[in-house]
């Protein structure tokens, strides 16, 4: 089990990274879990996959808090886990996903999510490969809902702010203490040569290996913008084929580290 974590600013390109490399890397992996982590969920639209999503891990929690009665003396986490398999892990042709949904709303859900811990840390352990789209907080991280990453890709844009929050989500991956093995840096969006030279100083004085520079392409705003996946951005563009470098770079990783 090789977990990977995309975090960033928002707006940075977490989700697009996130749908390539789910893409590549499930051309090389009958065993891979997509986990949108972002209550801002767009990955199963970037992977245009969205039709196949029925519930997300928090409606299963929402039914758990009004069933609880209903359930008289069925075990909660067999019951929790049933309804999860059957109804929140979409089964996609090349791999599986699972949305996590939105925070939860008004009451005590401590029961439910520490079932819900266990039965996500017992599922992650069947995948080869999980790739988590996260919000910028690491929130499922802090509140413990998904407690590893092996390794965790950065994304910043070209802004003060994206690598603001690139030095915080490095600065708390530490204070949450997760036992990840590296941080990686993405840049997306550059546009200039000075932009890409700021950022390399920054991954420098960072420690931060910078993984990639992707410049900014009219084309892949356009997909987004008619909603189409990722899928169709052209191949030979310059992001596809260096994000493409990317996951093979993450394939001899895991490789390297089994
Ligand atoms: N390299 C790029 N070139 C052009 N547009 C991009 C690029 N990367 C991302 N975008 C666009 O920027 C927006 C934000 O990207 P997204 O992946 O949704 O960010 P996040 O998930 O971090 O919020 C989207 O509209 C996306 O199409
Ligand atoms: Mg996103």
Redesign the pocket.
């Known amino acids: 089990m090789t977990v990977i974590a995309v975090a960033?600013?928002?707006?940075?390109?977490?989700?697009?990274?996130s749908a390539l490399l789910i893409n590549f890397i499930s051309e090389n992996t009958s065993s891979l879990l997509a986990v949108d982590a972002?209550p801002?969920s767009?990955l199963p639209e970037?992977l245009g996959v969205a039709d196949e999503v029925k519930k997300t891990l928090g409606d299963v929690r929402e039914l758990f808090q009004v069933s609880r009665d209903e359930m008289g003396t069925m075990n909660k986490e067999q019951w929790l886990e049933g309804k999860i398999y059957a109804e929140a892990i979409c089964e996609c042709p090349k791999y599986d996903l699972i949305v996590m949904g939105r925070p939860e709303g008004e009451g005590c859900y401590c029961f439910a999510n520490s079932l819900l811990r266990g039965i996500l840390k017992k599922l992650m352990r069947h995948y080869e490969y999980i790739i988590i789209?996260t919000e910028a907080g690491l929130e499922h991280f802090s509140r413990k809902t998904i407690d590893n990453a092996d390794y965790i890709i950065i994304?910043t844009d070209m802004s003060r702010k994206g690598l603001a929050t690139a030095k915080r989500i490095k600065e708390l991956a530490k204070e949450l203490k997760l036992n990840f093995r590296k941080i990686y840096l993405i840049a997306?969006?550059i546009t200039s040569k000075e932009a890409e030279d700021t950022i390399r100083r920054f991954a420098d004085e960072e420690g931060i290996e910078l993984l990639a520079v992707?410049?900014?392409?009219?084309s892949?705003?356009e997909?987004?913008?008619r909603g189409d996946p990722v899928t169709a951005i052209d191949k030979d563009s310059e992001?596809c084929r260096r994000m493409k470098e990317v996951s093979n770079f993450i394939l001899g990783l895991s490789v390297k580290a089994r």
């Open positions: 960033g600013k928002g707006g940075t390109g977490k989700t697009l990274v972002d801002d767009n970037a789209d994304v997306n969006r992707l410049p900014y392409d009219e892949v705003a997909v987004d913008l992001v």
